[in-house]
């Protein structure tokens, strides 16, 4: 009785010997699994399973892998059977939809667990043997609606892969929604998918949900993109677990609202060494396990995981009763023996992420009843991972960032400011620190009313960049306190590398943001983050108002150009001569002063060459002749000169009074050239700043050159405050190089300073933040929306043009008139040449009738007639020609005779005869 009480005593010490022998025994045994993969695909899954395999130190595993070909089920069934015969204790994958629906149904006729890592359908649920490590598809679909609850969407327009993925979104599709929200769900592949963004962008859906394969979802962010839906106003929820795998360079830049989740959550520090555990393996053995964004596929890791849940469960199963492997056939209507215990132990494994620390608060210890995985805890009911905590992740400027998790029995936990959407952010009971510094109309010191306490806290202060500062505040929704900056600078490199003014309180920690006019430079944006430009501007020149020049004594010469007085004067005389030859050819411009008279001229010519250049200048200057042109061509030949005097005089008598009126400014310098060229008059920019640093690091040989001018007289050159630049430039003789904005703010309200020239470069002006800073998108969201309203130029106007005293040209001295010249009078030059080359074709034409009813009178040819009558024509010291026939009668009053006027027979009618005395031409003594 003594000896058998005193064994009792040590009864629990020999069961722990006995379990311990029992487990060595067991890891002395190797255990044979099946790995089935597809043929074709990469070796990831693969080389992730036979690490998990030799990391593993619990159970030796013996892997037995097989290639399995994509469209051949039947082969594929064929080689699962062999494998079987091999007497492995459980088989993992494939991810194949199909195949894996074969391998199912025969590891549940065999009893053999089938252990899969990728999204499950709803048919696979039947299979009583399957266990799938991916978290269920119920669950997955329920932190969707939870993010469509939280965010409360108004539209959601829903895009599937293919039928499996519409069977993921079931509980999306069931959401009770209101009468107001609208829903759309459309299938879409590569081929439509760009046709499926254009049907929500017209029917303006802004939150969509995509359920797509990883490269699907890549192709529609990119579509999305060139259809300018990658914003700050389109929400995207992407259910793919691998979304941290793509490149998404090209889409963090736009603001756009984009959630995505992770299971392998890389912040914990056991994960942290099993990713180095893997690259170490992955040198030493040269094969590949991360994808090539350095990023562990959620399929990889649950693989890794799986390989340790099957280890652990088979450690279980072995305390309990000792197994033997399967000893199994396709062709025998047998099952193994220990498949159902040992699937009931896969069931009962607690698989956490959830360590405890030491008492030191240090280094995590891992003890054995809290195994730790890469996806965190896992429970498994009848197969279905069930429990389990998903990231959320937020698309940001600094790439994806974990923001919150959600568990299926908790829900959405935020952890971090979320910035979602404009006016969505929560910053939580949070006061950031505004560092600024004194800067008309940016930051000003407001001025207490008569008889009232001065202000006091955020309400010292005005100017545009506090209205600003006020819309984004409600937008975005948090409070402030502003601070002036110490040294009241911007902020510039020291030699030591540190940063003074605004951006060295961003880099030590003393302020949350700077509001400013605070420009975005490539050196400020290595050490601290830039929100959105909310002002777009330049460097342009600053400079006093030259002294006006008074109208000259020849000012009246100034409406025309030189050109237009010289094409003036020759068209005066080019009229004149062409008035007169065209006045001595055309033989209707002759007229007979006297009906009789035997010694009087029969006919006389009034256009000498005198009296045409009296006629051209009579009706230049608007005071007409006593000469009036008679024959059809010298008629064309006044009615042109006529029009064109008309024009010329109405467009020099217009611009004559803005010559007369205006009194000119004579600027030495029209742009940055004219300064840089000259030495007499000084420039400078502020002392330490984005305008200094741009001449300073320019490669441009104009603005190289002004930098050794500044430099080299950097003592009286530089100011150290705007208003102390400003004040050079009106003591005169000096150019300040500043910011467009703020010049623009002086000319409106001095009226002796004007800018010279344009713009000499492109710059921003952004809010400034500390790099990785939560505040940024948020932020950057509600500058784009008060722009897009409209808001930030109504306070631009407010403080700039509105509170303005000089009117837009007021300190330019008035615009000078410009002198007209070809460009705008020319035309009036080529419509009296077409006119005097239509005279010139009138006068041939009568000339030539003319000369041809001479010649059948004079009985000799119409050339020789035309000869003569060119002879005559060109006489110019004549007036005066005589008829070629002479009448017979004596007194005025008869008209027997027949005569020959301007070429024409007359008949006497009194005694029917023909009676002509031919006289000859004598041309040479027409007088």
Known sequence: MYFSTKWLQYFPFLSGVCILLTELCFAGDKVNIGGMFVDGEDDVLNNAFQYAIKSNDVTRFVPIIQSLPLRESFKAVKQVCRTVETGVVAIFGPTNYELSGHINSLCSALEIPHIETRLGTVAENSFPFSVNMHPDYVSLSQIYVDIINYF???????????????????????????????????????ENMRDVLKEGFRQNYHHF????????????????????????EYHYILTNLDIDCLDLEDFKYNF?????????????????HILSDIESYERQHRVKIFNTTGILKTETALMIDAVSVL?????????????????LSCDQERTWNHGSSLYNCLNLVEYKNEPGRDSGG???????????????????ENGRRTKFKLNIMQLTQNGLIKVGDWKPEVGINFTLPVEYGV?????????LIVSTTLEPPYIMLKKPPDDQPPHTGNDRYEGFCIDMLKGIAKIVGFTYEIR???????????????WNGLIGELREGKADLAVASLTISYGREQVIDFTAPFMHLGISILFKVPKREKPGLWSFLNPFAREIWLYLFASYVTVGVSLFLLARFSPYEWYRPHQCGEDEPDKENDLTLANCFWFAIGTLTQQGSDIDPKALATRIVGGTWFFFTLILISSYTANLAAFLTVEKSVSPIENVEDLAKQTNIKYGSLGSGSTMTFFKDSKIETYKTMWKEMNKHKEQVFAKSTKEGIQKVKQGNYAFLMESTMLDYTIQRDCDLMQVGGLLDSKDYGIGTPI?????????????????????????????????????????????????????????????????????????????????KRSNLDRQSLCQEMGDELRFAMQCHGSSQRTALRRDCSGCNSTDDLEMVGGEVLENPTNGMMESTFIPHSHSHRH
């Open 362 to 380: 240090g280094s995590i210890i891992v003890e054995d009843e809290n195994h730790i995985g890469l996806t965190g805890k896992i429970h498994l």
């Open 423 to 431: 006016g969505s952010a929560r910053f939580g009971n949070k006061t």
């Open 772 to 852: 990785g800073s939560v505040y940024k998108d948020s932020i950057s969201m509600a500058i784009l929306k008060m722009q897009e309203d409209g808001k930030i130029q109504q306070l631009y106007n407010r403080w700039w043009r509105n509170s303005g005293t000089c009117t837009k040209d007021s300190n330019k001295g008035g615009k000078k008139g410009t002198p007209l010249g070809r460009d705008n009078i020319g035309g009036i030059f080529i419509v009296l040449l077409s006119g005097l080359a239509i005279a010139v074709i009138v006068a041939f034409m009568e000339f030539t009738w003319s000369a041809k």
């Open 484 to 498: 002036l900056v110490a040294d009241a600078n911007y902020g510039v490199e020291l030699p030591n590398g540190s």
């Open 152 to 190: 409360n969407w108004g539209d959601i327009f829903v895009i599937y892969g293919d039928q499996n993925e519409l069977l993921h979104l079931q509980e999306v599709l069931t959401v009770p929604v209101s009468s107001e929200t609208r829903m759309v769900i459309r299938q879409a592949s590569k």
């Open 311 to 327: 280890s652990y469960a088979l450690q279980d199963l072995n305390r309990s009763a000792p197994f033997k492997a399967a000893n």
């Open 209 to 232: 949900i995509a359920d797509l394969s990883l490269e699907d979802t890549h192709y529609l962010l990119k579509a999305a993109l060139q259809l300018g839906m990658i914003n700050y």
């Open 256 to 272: 756009v609202n984009l959630t995505s989740f992770r299971l392998v959550d890389y912040d914990k520090a056991h994960t942290k």
